[in-house]
């Protein structure tokens, strides 16, 4: 099993819907997890850290499943500007994973 | 204000080549790390410095010398360049390398393309 898996996408959705997906993670002991946005051509970008208990910024809902093992990522009301690929990244013990990405495309 | 820089931008060889990228950060971090970005966009960690210390040295080869004059800087070199080398090297650094999520968020330069012919 990968340590990290994504469903690649792409995830082709309509202006204004919610999107989620998630990523699994096979370390039980990763400590921090994170959500990271990419644009095509550009640097991995922080979207938000995951805290244990779920956590929410604007549109934004990020949740940690330690049971399952999995984070998961919500965007409620998509913009164009969403169009991007999301990255998932573990920490634990000098283990820095990333997956490998969801591309989401918001279409008009 | 650019918070980590990387030069060059873009970098086209020959094989066998040898080429260095640098890296500077004005966060103040204590931590910085390289990474390469292949074709299919997963993200290895190759090399993390804290306070110019190697502190994380994945499997690569030894063509890749990472070299940290002070902690706002880390430079990469890579020998005899290979076809394989062709990526985009990422350069990012966090307040530390564990601590907590805070301590923990890296911030990315904008990349170097090499391209190897």
């Known amino acids: 099993r990968k340590e990290v898996e994504q469903d690649p996408g792409p995830f082709n959705v309509p202006e204004g819907a919610t999107v989620a997906f998630n990523c699994t993670y096979s370390?039980?002991?990763?400590?921090?997890f994170f959500w990271y946005r990419q644009d095509c051509r550009k640097e991995p970008k922080l979207l938000m850290s995951v805290y244990s208990s779920g956590n929410e910024d604007g549109r934004f809902t990020a949740q940690l499943n330690r049971a399952s093992q999995y984070i998961s990522l919500l965007i409620r009301d998509s913009k164009l500007s969403d169009s991007a690929t999301y990255l998932c990244y573990l920490y634990s013990n000098y283990q820095l994973i990333w997956g490998a990405g969801t591309k989401l495309i918001i279409k008009p | 204000d650019t918070a980590v820089s990387q030069t060059p931008k873009y970098l086209v060889t020959q094989m066998g080549n040898d080429k260095s990228i640098k890296c500077e950060q004005n966060l103040g971090h204590d931590t910085m790390y390289w990474y390469k970005q292949d074709s299919k966009k997963f993200l290895k960690i190759m090399f993390s410095?804290?306070?110019?210390?190697?502190?994380i040295n994945e499997t690569v080869p030894n063509r890749f010398s990472p070299k940290s004059p002070d902690k706002a800087h880390l430079n990469l070199h890579i020998n005899s360049l290979e076809l394989g080398d062709s990526a985009v090297y990422f350069c990012a650094s966090s307040p530390r390398l564990a601590g907590g999520s805070e301590q923990e968020t890296q911030y990315f330069g904008p990349g170097t393309r090499l391209l190897v012919l």
């Open positions: 410095y804290n306070n110019k210390e190697l502190i």
């Open positions: 370390n039980s002991a990763s400590q921090s």
